[in-house]
């Protein structure tokens, strides 16, 4: 399984952008890097996700190296209610073909005013 | 609301107890998924189902039983268990065994006494 390598935590102002990396750099060429977040107490959150390409949706942006070793979540406008814990994982198959998601310990990002 | 529905949201046992967790979606999925996250640890998978037979079983203890009676529904008996499993156990849907979004429930907490 490809593994992820994520700094434990990251400090944000309120209406900056916050940039997230992640560190991958044993992934395969056909596994997905997918970027979860959990709010304290809560189920993880699905946030986006993307295999070579640039991707961007309402709410992030995901940009990932030509190399495919790492990649960073951006929000572009960090608010309070973004403060979570952010996963950055990749698809891995397990011994029956079949895809499993294993979540590492994450990044806490603390959003302050 | 995520369209995965978990039940009951807390739960407190004894050792010597038995009782379920249950797991419903409406999402039409065809995978369903247990994972634990005890305090200050990563989120472990722990069961897979796809089209309601396990695919994935991560070395867990036989005090967990899980049952899938058919795609929309998953459960979790529990029996005999000990202190040290007191955590919120996450259930988690996804359309497909190989790639896409999973939405995850709130989650159970269950504290065993």
């Known amino acids: 399984d490809a593994k992820t390598t994520q700094p434990p935590s990251m400090d944000c102002a309120e209406g900056r952008a916050a940039n997230l990396p992640c560190n991958h750099s044993?992934?395969?060429?056909?596994?997905?890097v997918y970027w979860y977040r959990q709010i304290h107490s809560q189920g993880p959150q699905y946030i986006i996700h993307g295999l070579k390409n640039n991707e961007t949706n309402e709410m992030a942006s995901l940009i990932i190296t030509e190399d495919r070793k790492s990649s960073t979540l951006i929000l572009p406008h960090a608010t309070l209610r973004d403060t979570a814990v952010y996963y950055c994982i990749v698809d891995a198959r397990d011994r029956s073909g079949y895809s499993t998601l294993t979540f590492g310990k994450g990044t806490m990002l603390l959003v302050s005013p | 609301e995520t369209g995965v529905t978990q039940t009951p949201r807390h739960l407190v046992m004894g050792m010597t107890n038995k009782k379920s967790l249950k797991c419903e979606q409406h999402?039409?999925?065809?995978?369903m998924y247990w994972y634990k996250q005890s305090a200050k640890k990563p989120l472990e998978l722990m069961f897979v189902?796809?089209?309601?037979?396990?695919?994935e079983n991560n070395s867990v203890p036989s005090r967990f039983s899980p049952e899938c009676p058919n795609s929309s529904h998953l459960f979790l008996h529990l029996h005999t268990l000990q202190p040290e499993d007191s955590a919120l156990y996450l259930c988690?849907?996804?359309?497909?065994?190989?790639?896409?979004?999973?939405?995850f429930g709130e989650g159970s907490r269950l504290t065993v006494l």
């Open positions: 044993t992934i395969s060429g056909n596994e997905y």
């Open positions: 988690a849907s996804r359309d497909g065994t190989w790639a896409g979004e999973l939405f």
């Open positions: 999402l039409g999925h065809n995978a």
């Open positions: 189902y796809s089209l309601e037979e396990r695919v």
